[in-house]
C-alpha cells in the first residue's frame, strides 16, 4: 500500500513537473514574441525591459537569458551583453551547449580571448573537453596558436573520424580568407603544417592525419608536398 501512495505521489509531483515546464515555454514564446514586435517597432528599450523582466522571474531560462544579452549586443551595449549572456552560466546548470553558445556569441562580437576563457570555463564545470574540441581549436586558430589547434583537431578526429572533412572545409575558407586579407597572416600555415608534421606517427594506421596534412599544404601554396602524401 505505501508502495502504492509512494508511486502516485512521484506521478503527482511529475505532472506538476511537466506542466510548470509547459506553461514556462509557452510564456516564453509569448515573451519572445512581444520582443519582436517591439523591436520591429523600433521600441528596443521596453523589449530589454521585457526580457529582464523575464529572466528576473526565470532566472534558470538560458533561451531568454541569451535573447537579452543579443538584443544589448545589437543596441552596442557590448558590456552588458557579456554580463547577460556569462552571468547565465551561473544559474543554469553545467552543459556544454550553455557554453558554445555563450562564446560563440561573444566571439562574433570580437572577443575571442574571452570566448576562449568561457570554453576553458566550460572545460572545467564538465569535466570533458570533448564537446568543446571544435570551438576551442577554432579559436586558436583565430588567436594564432596553431600548434594548440592542430592538437585540438587531431584529438577531435580520434573521438569522432569524419570531423575531417568539416576540418579540411575550414581550411579552405581560411585559406580564401587570407588570400583576401590586409596585412596577410603570419606564420599561421607554417606553423600549423610543422606541428601537424612533428605529430605524426609513421607506425599509425589512421588515414586522418595524413591526409589532414596534405589538405593544409594544398591550401598553403605547397601543393607538389600535398600530392607526394596522397600518391
Avoid: C
Avoid at 537579452?68 to 551583453?81: E, F, P, Y
Avoid at 562564446?103 to 572545460?123: D, F, M, N
Amino acid at each position: 500500500m505505501k508502495k502504492r501512495f509512494l508511486g502516485l505521489a512521484i506521478l503527482q509531483l511529475t505532472i506538476v513537473s511537466l506542466s510548470v515546464q509547459a506553461l514556462s515555454a509557452q510564456n516564453r514564446r509569448e515573451v519572445l514574441s512581444e520582443v519582436t514586435q517591439l523591436r520591429q517597432a523600433g521600441d528596443f528599450a521596453a523589449a530589454e525591459e521585457k526580457l529582464r523582466d523575464f529572466v528576473e522571474t526565470h532566472p534558470q531560462d538560458s533561451a531568454i537569458a541569451l535573447s537579452l544579452g543579443d538584443l544589448l549586443a545589437g543596441s552596442g551595449k557590448v558590456d552588458a551583453a557579456f554580463t547577460a549572456w556569462t552571468s547565465m552560466l551561473s544559474r543554469v546548470p553545467p552543459r556544454p551547449d550553455h557554453y558554445v553558445n555563450v562564446a560563440r556569441r561573444i566571439r562574433q562580437v570580437g572577443r575571442s580571448k574571452l570566448a576562449l576563457e568561457t570554453l576553458r570555463g566550460g572545460v572545467l564545470a564538465i569535466g570533458d573537453k570533448r564537446p568543446f574540441l571544435w570551438d576551442l581549436a577554432e579559436l586558436h586558430m583565430e588567436l594564432g596558436h596553431q600548434q594548440d589547434a592542430v592538437t585540438l583537431h587531431l584529438e577531435l578526429m580520434r573521438h569522432e573520424p569524419y570531423r575531417l572533412s568539416q576540418i579540411t572545409g575550414l581550411l579552405d575558407i581560411l585559406a580564401l580568407q587570407d588570400a583576401h586579407s590586409d596585412p596577410p597572416v603570419d606564420n599561421r600555415w607554417s606553423q600549423y603544417v610543422e606541428t601537424l608534421r612533428a605529430s605524426l606517427d609513421p607506425k599509425s594506421r589512421e588515414p586522418g592525419p595524413a591526409l589532414l596534412l596534405a589538405h593544409a599544404l594544398l591550401v598553403s601554396g605547397h601543393p607538389a608536398e600535398g600530392f607526394a602524401i596522397l600518391a
